[in-house]
């Protein structure tokens, strides 16, 4: 089965999408969630040529929520189509299990708080035995950076996939964590085509899924996780060293880490001084202003 996965196309319909044998497209559809954007996107998605489609909705797909009435009117007239929201379905003995919540973000659609037991109820649902897990929001930890920053995904969706371990979990919301990464037992993919400024510009991630293992049709996994892992025990290797074996880790563990981030060792040196200084002239600053170091003032009185 060659399943191709997008998601947060919000206003765009991209064109000339890989062929397969299942199109999935894992929420943000539209912009702001009204009834003419939804209509637009169903005759869009129902116009593709994949025998099967499935999509969620996400957190800017307004009417599946508040509106779910105009919602049912809007997909029965595409019969053609897969709605999975806290639902299931299974295409040649493959289950896929869609739901559309994250933790809740500046009040968009489904939308729940952060680590209480709502949320946990909505994951709690994911049946055991899911192949294909399609949710909006990514796992906490996985794929949900805004440039490097803080971890975005939820929590409680990171514990439920302890053990439901699906082969395959798909997401998108977060625009800046597209790519793939894997761990032994699944295969996380951000599938967003817009990036963080909502531009079009990241390509369908294409899966050929067997009973025996999966294959990324056209990229090469990251194995982010185990090369982080690799970088982590160079470092680990050098305590404890002489100065001139550590030197020696440090530059492996240099080297590594601008392979992952896809500059040179030279630029990585550069960001890591200038990250340095910046911190230590922050640190110090910050120390300086403390009431036990800062002078009193002193004027001259005119006589």
């Known amino acids: 089965m060659r399943i191709v996965f997008i998601s947060d196309t919000h206003q765009h319909r991209p064109a000339n999408l890989p062929p397969g044998d299942v199109l999935v497209h894992a929420g943000d559809l539209s912009s702001t969630g009204t009834y003419a954007e939804v209509v637009r996107f169903l005759d869009w998605f129902s116009s593709q040529p994949h025998p099967h489609k499935i999509f969620i909705a996400g957190n800017h797909d307004r009417l599946f929520e ?3 009435d105009q919602a049912v009117l809007a997909l029965m007239e595409h019969p053609e189509l897969t709605y999975l929201q806290d639902a299931g379905v299974t ?6 299990w869609g739901s559309p919540w994250q933790p809740e973000f500046c009040n968009w659609a489904f939308n729940l708080p952060r680590r209480g037991s709502r949320i946990r109820e909505a994951w709690n649902r994911i049946p055991t035995g899911t192949d294909v897990l399609i949710t909006h929001g990514p796992p906490h930890g996985v794929l949900d950076q805004v440039r490097g920053g803080e971890h975005l995904g939820c929590e409680e ?36 085509t817009c990036d963080e400024t909502y531009r079009p510009t990241n390509r369908p991630i294409v899966v050929d899924l ?94």
């Open 66 to 68: 508040d509106f779910p």
């Open 210 to 303: 067997t009973p025996e293992g999966l294959e990324i049709v056209g990229a090469a996994p990251t194995h982010r996780q185990e090369r982080l892992a690799g970088i982590k025990a160079i470092l680990a290797s050098a305590q404890g060293m002489p100065a001139e074996v550590q030197d020696l880790q440090f530059e492996a563990a240099l080297r590594a880490m601008a392979e992952l981030a896809g500059k040179t060792p030279e630029c990585m040196a550069s960001e890591y001084v200038r990250r340095g200084l910046l911190a230590d002239l922050k640190s110090l600053e910050k120390s300086e202003n403390r009431p036990s170091r800062r002078p009193i003032p002193r004027r001259d009185l005119k006589t």
């Open 157 to 192: 969706l990171t514990i439920r996939l302890g053990v439901i371990r699906p082969r395959i979990h798909v997401f998108g919301h977060i625009h800046d964590g597209y790519g793939i990464a894997q761990t032994g037992t699944t295969t996380y993919i951000n599938a967003s």
């Open 91 to 96: 295409l040649d003995g493959v289950r896929f």
